[in-house]
């Protein structure tokens, strides 16, 4: 396990080393440097996962230091691969912004701008409809709402009437052919009522799939 350990310290050190050795060829052919740099990295992944096993064999008294010195080696090794993907990341963006810097260099601009104008304009009158129709909406609920405020309001007055009717059948005797007939008025109120409920609900939903 020792000798373990210290190939895989010496392949830390080594690959901090070619890190210093990118930075000095900043701008140069680095691939063989990069591939290198990788290679050593799986390697000390590799060895890490080997001295895992290894330290269960390790005495008891020397297990815990052992532990700790495999942390700090797999702590090297993390700070190595998070170096290595921030210079492959910076790589890919100055390469990005190399390319879009050579696109508008070589984009050719003509005076025929009515083509842009065109979109342009497109764009400005679709959003207006959009915001017109989002009005036409909220104008169509709000109205919605009013109706139904006013539907609710109505059955009240109906049930209240209906009750001062009973009051008064009951007052004056009148027959029970005149009450059910009364009653029966007033469940196809109830009825119709409801009816125009759903209907007013049914165009209101209609109306904002529509637009939406």
Do not use: W
Not at 158 to 186: C, P, V, W, Y
């Amino acid at each position: 396990m020792e000798a373990l350990y210290h190939q895989t310290n010496r392949l830390v050190i080594e690959t901090q080393q070619c890190f210093q050795q990118l930075e000095r060829n900043r701008g140069g052919n680095t691939e063989s440097i990069k591939d290198e740099i990788q290679a050593r990295i799986d390697s000390i992944t590799s060895n890490c996962e080997r001295l895992d096993i290894l330290i269960h064999k390790e005495p008891v008294s020397r297990r815990q230091n052992a532990k700790i010195r495999i942390d700090q080696l797999k702590y090297d090794n993390q700070h190595l691969q998070a170096a290595l993907r921030s210079h492959l990341n910076e790589i890919h963006r100055k390469r990005l912004e190399e390319s879009e810097r050579e696109e508008l260099l070589n984009r050719r601009f003509t005076h025929e701008t009515h083509d842009t104008t065109i979109f342009i304009d497109h764009s400005v009158q679709h959003n207006m409809s959009l915001q017109n129709a989002n009005r036409g909406v909220d104008d169509m609920l709000r109205s919605g709402s009013g109706i139904l405020d006013s539907l609710r309001s109505q059955r009240d007055t109906m049930k209240g009437a209906h009750r001062r009717i009973m009051d008064i059948a009951n007052t004056l005797g009148l027959s029970n052919t005149t009450m059910r007939l009364i009653e029966r008025r007033a469940q196809e109120d109830k009825y119709i009522l409801l009816a125009g409920m759903i209907v007013t609900c049914l165009i209101i939903v209609l109306v904002v799939v529509y637009f939406t």
